[in-house]
């Protein structure tokens, strides 16, 4: 069984750019996660999914951070304008619907570094 | 009161020898516990979890033991290897399947 996907792995940009991330789930997966993990910190977690849905974005900055996930697979996260605490490593995960819901499988992770 | 507190933040163990690594929460509507091991480089990888009806599970050399009353629950790694070296992260999931992580631990185990 394929793992999460996520693309690209490393990202360097300059403040006020913006920056996109790609994630592609486990095959039938319908719960989708966007975590932020700060150097040195857990995982926070920025956006969940179900199906096409959001479940809970309360801790997305929306001012400048945006998700979508287009027919209920891949799910983008952009960043808009890139500020430098935004340096982390952005995790995409997902899991069943229901109670299998509880199992998350985590992506590889994209590092971004903003300069 | 959303918080998962864990300790120690480091942890240096001899080859053979066993690793107790311990978490700490508030809220008791917390009603699943993972705990996630990640490599440098790589994404969280889930290890081992428990609910909170159980008090102890294990998997191989991996253990949880759950304490619901002082609302705590920690990992031990028996015979630990090398190849633990990695850090570890306790996680409590809530209504809706919202995982709250610790602060992990940095695990290292000498040859």
């Known amino acids: 069984e394929a793992g999460v996907a996520q693309s690209p792995r490393y990202k360097i940009i300059e403040k006020r750019q913006s920056v996109a991330f790609w994630c592609n789930p486990i095959?039938?997966?319908?719960?989708l996660y966007w975590y932020q993990q700060i150097l040195g910190q857990g995982p926070k977690l920025l956006i969940q999914?179900?199906?096409?849905?959001?479940?809970?974005d309360s801790q997305l900055p929306k001012d400048r951070f945006s998700a979508e996930r287009l027919k209920g697979v891949d799910s983008t996260l952009k960043i808009q304008p890139a500020k430098l605490e935004d340096s982390a490593v952005y995790l995409c995960?997902?899991?069943?619907?229901?109670?299998?819901?509880?199992?998350?499988?985590f992506g590889p992770g994209t590092r971004l570094t903003v300069t | 009161q959303q918080q998962v507190k864990q300790s120690p933040q480091s942890l240096i163990v001899q080859k053979g020898g066993i690793s107790i690594i311990n978490c700490a929460y508030e809220?008791?509507?917390?009603?699943?516990f993972p705990w996630y091991q990640q490599f440098p480089g790589k994404g969280p990888a889930l290890l081992i979890a428990i609910r909170p009806d159980v008090s102890e599970k294990k998997e191989g050399r991996f253990t949880i033991s759950f304490n619901k009353s002082a609302k705590q629950f920690s990992l031990h790694i028996m015979d630990s290897q090398p190849g633990d070296s990695a850090t570890y992260f306790c996680?409590?999931?809530?209504?809706?399947?919202?995982?709250?992580f610790g602060t992990g631990t940095r695990l290292k185990v000498l040859a």
């Open positions: 995960a997902s899991s069943l619907a229901g109670t299998g819901a509880y199992e998350q499988y």
């Open positions: 809220n008791t509507a917390f009603d699943y």
């Open positions: 996680a409590a999931s809530i209504v809706a399947y919202k995982y709250i």
């Open positions: 095959s039938g997966h319908a719960t």
């Open positions: 999914f179900q199906n096409n849905g959001v479940v809970d």
